[in-house]
């Protein structure tokens, strides 16, 4: 309650609208997540709810509960390749299966969006041009695709990370689905494609840290973005305000001219690299994107 209510007055005071996405771990798992759900519904300094969820728990009980919140609008699932075998060497057999399933169960009982996250690493990127066609298939209303930061269980893994060529190759794959230039796509750290009647468009994401996002843990600490655990203050004591204004990390990560590498020197006004991948491959939040590829003529 506290914590919620210290969101509320910052929103409140800077005449802001909120958007929470609830995430864990697995949300689903946590006593208190409907009581969460019911009081942030309530709020008229919410804006939208989400949850993001491996889905493997969802059944017709909780989707009913899930759906007496008005302001929870998406239904977040983890699905990481394309095909089973993929998906099921990063997250667990028969969970591709699975995850399918829940698809269907969405759709027939609730009226939620339905988005698919897409985490890419090495074992999975080149799926991605299948990846657009089976969630076109599936009926959902989008994907997102965000890289694999290597943090908590992830660190066993830190060989899937990324590499430039590879995030290079991300972005070629979606300019020739969107026709897009593919330098157009150099500023974004993650993508979403949203599908309607109409078609399918592709959006770019920036890097949030110190602009408009946060993470918040379960015990109140504050994190730049959930895959960055450094914590730089804790809402159960310290109001928002006084974090976000007076964070030493987020006023440095604010200024492309702290950034190390190319990242400081690039042309490009919006884009800063993904700064938790820098930390979690090059213990060095300022360091270099070390997925950046931009051209040495262009820096």
Not at 227 to 234: A, D, E, H, L
Not at 263 to 278: P, T, V, W
């Amino acid at each position: 309650m506290r914590v919620a209510h210290n969101i509320f007055k910052f929103l409140y005071e800077r005449g802001l609208k909120g958007t929470i996405h609830l995430t864990g771990g697995e949300p689903i798992l946590k006593q208190e997540l409907f009581f969460l759900l019911e009081y942030l519904d309530r709020s008229s300094l919410i804006e939208e709810l989400g949850i993001i969820t491996n889905g493997l728990l969802l059944d017709r009980e909780i989707l009913e509960k899930f759906s007496i919140y008005s302001k929870l609008k998406k239904i977040k699932l983890s699905l990481d390749g394309a095909s089973e075998e993929t998906n099921d060497s990063i997250r667990g057999i028969r969970t591709y299966k699975t995850v399918l399933q829940k698809i269907g169960s969405i759709k027939k009982v609730s009226r939620f969006q339905i988005i698919l996250m897409f985490t890419v690493m090495k074992r999975n990127f080149r799926e991605l041009c299948a990846f657009y066609e089976l969630s076109q298939g599936l009926g959902v209303n989008g994907f997102i695709v965000e890289r694999f930061v290597p943090w908590g269980r992830g660190r066993d893994k830190i060989s899937e990370a990324l590499r430039s060529e590879e995030w290079s190759e991300i972005k070629r794959t979606l300019s020739d689905i969107f026709l897009i230039e593919e330098e157009a796509l150099l500023p974004y750290q993650a993508f979403q494609v949203n599908f309607d009647k109409e078609g399918s468009e592709l959006l770019g994401a920036h890097c949030v840290i110190g602009k408009d996002g946060l993470c918040i843990m379960p015990d109140g600490q504050v994190f730049p973005c959930r895959r960055f655990p450094i914590s730089i203050g804790n809402l159960v004591h310290t109001p928002l305000e006084v974090i976000w204004e007076s964070s030493e990390l987020l006023n440095t990560l604010r200024k492309k001219e702290n950034l190390k590498g190319r990242c400081g020197s690039c042309g490009i006004k919006d884009c800063r690299g993904c700064r938790a991948l820098s930390f979690a491959l090059r213990s060095d939040p300022l360091a270099e994107d070390p997925c950046c590829k931009i051209p040495e003529k262009e820096l």
